[in-house]
């Protein structure tokens, strides 16, 4: 097996991620994206529109010359990057958004390259994490907002896309 960079292994299961989040999203009929558990809880088009939010400020930030999450607040950090995360509405929009912000974000840690994701990066809490681990947490809080769409799907009777690719199906 050839060996390949770290920032190469990590962009690649970001884009198995996001590939396995569009599958789960394009199971959804769009007539079903406004279906939440409960009223206190994202809908499946809030839950897209949140994951997109984080990856964008996330890669945004990220790949600044000297990243740093403390001189602004959460909520000030998504109206910076990604209000434009509102303007998709439809399963269309919002499944050619996930796909365009995969290229950005990719093309743009590229770029960054692999030396410097390991340099410091301040957390909104003052303490102090790399590039690259503050890019393993947004993969995760992807993956976690996805199994709540798998949720979703389960209390909608539909049978999960990776359930379905398990089973052969």
Request: no cysteine; aromatic share 10%; charged share 30%.
């Amino acid at each position: 097996m050839a060996k390949t960079a770290f920032l190469t292994e990590s962009l690649t299961a970001w884009r198995g991620e996001r590939a396995g989040l569009i599958e789960e999203i394009q199971n959804v009929r769009a007539t079903k994206f406004d279906f939440r558990p409960t009223p206190d809880v994202r809908s499946v088009r809030e839950m897209i529109q949140h994951i997109l939010e984080v990856a964008m400020m996330m890669t945004a930030e990220l790949t600044q010359p000297e990243p740093d999450f403390s001189r602004a607040s959460f909520p000030e950090f998504l109206e910076m990057y990604s209000a434009s995360v509102y303007d998709a509405q439809t399963k269309k929009e919002l499944i050619a958004m996930l796909e365009s912000q995969i290229d950005d974000a990719v093309k743009r840690f590229k770029k960054v390259g692999e030396e410097k994701m390991f340099g410091p990066v301040t957390n909104f809490d003052g303490s102090k994490w790399s590039r690259m681990q503050w890019l393993h947490h947004g993969i995760a809080q992807e993956m976690y907002h996805r199994g709540q769409i798998v949720t979703y799907e389960r209390l909608m009777g539909l049978e999960p896309a990776l359930t379905r690719k398990i089973r052969g199906g």
